[in-house]
Nanobody, 124 residues
Framework: QLQASGGGLVQTGGSLRLSCAAS????????IGWFRRAPGKEREGLSC????????YYAESVKGRFTISSANAKNTVYLQMNSLKPEDTAVYHC???????????????????WGQGTLVTVSS
């Protein structure tokens, strides 16, 4: 089971840190991805960590602003979001996948388990 948290209302330029906590599985064995879905838009891959070498990847829309990190001892993955923009407003989800290739790390169809989302609202 996955649970995302940390969303909220923030002004443009502000920061939030999202957390994704797991129970019943060990993050070390999985690729972990962060995704979002804005109203009227398709789900977008934002960032991911691969299971094999722990490499991180970012979508161009968030590169330089968002940082993914993991705390294996806590079985938690974080998404630090800085310099937030109104277009970042969305429901954010974390997901895990057992056999996710690096090349498709941000393809939502590669993931097996999804957590409940957390809403991020960025006001202008």
């Amino acid at each position: 089971q996955l649970q995302a948290s940390g969303g909220g209302l923030v002004q443009t330029g502000g920061s939030l840190r999202l957390s994704c906590a797991a129970s019943g599985l060990t993050f070390y064995d999985y690729a972990i991805g962060w995704f979002r879905r804005a109203p009227g838009k398709e789900r977008e891959g934002l960032s991911c960590i691969t299971s094999t070498f722990g490499r991180t990847y970012y979508a161009e829309s968030v590169k330089g602003r968002f940082t993914i990190s993991s705390a294996n001892a806590k079985n938690t993955v974080y998404l630090q979001m800085n310099s937030l923009k109104p277009e970042d407003t969305a429901v954010y989800h974390c997901a895990v996948g057992k056999t996710v290739a690096s090349i498709s790390c941000m393809d939502p169809s590669e993931y097996d388990y999804w957590g409940q989302g957390t809403l991020v609202t960025v006001s202008s």
